[in-house]
């Protein structure tokens, strides 16, 4: 069998400064044609689906961040168009479906982190950013309400998809967002 080269698992690592338990790491391709410069381009990333007791951070960066400067899921790409996006979040769903046969009762969060533009030198405000809206959209349109309920929280910009599970949800979405808010020292 063939092994798919353009979207693999790579490995699975424990933490070693306490901020997950596992993280689980792929690697995916996004081909696109730049907005700049209309040439096609192929750009490989980097997903990282870190588990935190029952929640699971799904976080991704292009490759060629991963030595900046600058917080590498921070990094705004002007070269990537809305199709090379959705792309992006489609690898993210498929992580989500493996994630899920390995973890059934886990749930998930996407924290849109505040984008850094290089060439001017900005930085975003955390509150309701353009990735979180992106998200907000996208799963809302992409995940239903049969297995999860989703949450957002504008102000730190997190989207949680809470695992339907029977219990007491607002309990369980309280109690993972205090851990995501203790954990990453976000304001409640």
């Known amino acids: 069998?063939?092994?798919?080269?353009?979207?693999?698992?790579?490995?699975?690592?424990?933490?070693?400064?306490?901020?997950?338990?596992?993280?689980?790491t792929y690697v995916f391709f996004i081909e696109f044609?730049?907005?700049?410069?209309?040439m096609p381009c192929k750009l490989k990333y980097v997903a990282r689906a870190e588990k935190m007791?029952?929640?699971i951070a799904v976080k991704f960066y292009a490759s060629r961040d991963r030595k900046s400067p600058h917080d590498?899921?921070?990094?705004?790409?002007?070269?990537l168009g809305v199709k090379a996006v959705l792309s992006i979040f489609d690898y993210c769903l498929r992580i989500i479906q493996e994630m899920m046969a390995l973890y059934p009762d886990a749930s998930f969060v996407f924290k849109g982190?505040?984008?850094?533009?290089?060439?001017?030198?900005?930085?975003?405000?955390?509150?309701?950013?353009?990735r979180f809206r992106i998200y907000r959209s996208y799963l809302a349109k992409r995940i239903g309400g049969a297995t999860f309920s989703h949450y957002q929280f504008p102000e730190n910009s997190i989207y949680l998809l809470l695992k339907k599970n029977g219990g007491d949800e607002n309990d369980r979405k309280n109690k993972m967002m205090n851990n995501l808010y203790k954990r990453f020292g976000l304001n409640l």
Do not use: I
């Open 113 to 130: 982190a505040e984008a850094f533009d290089p060439g001017t030198r900005r930085w975003e405000d955390e509150k309701e950013n353009q």
């Open 53 to 55: 007791d029952d929640v």
């Open 33 to 38: 044609t730049d907005r700049r410069t209309g």
């Open 72 to 79: 590498k899921y921070s990094l705004a790409h002007g070269d």
């Open 1 to 24: 069998m063939k092994k798919n080269r353009e979207f693999r698992y790579v490995q699975k690592e424990p933490s070693t400064d306490g901020s997950f338990d596992v993280c689980h």
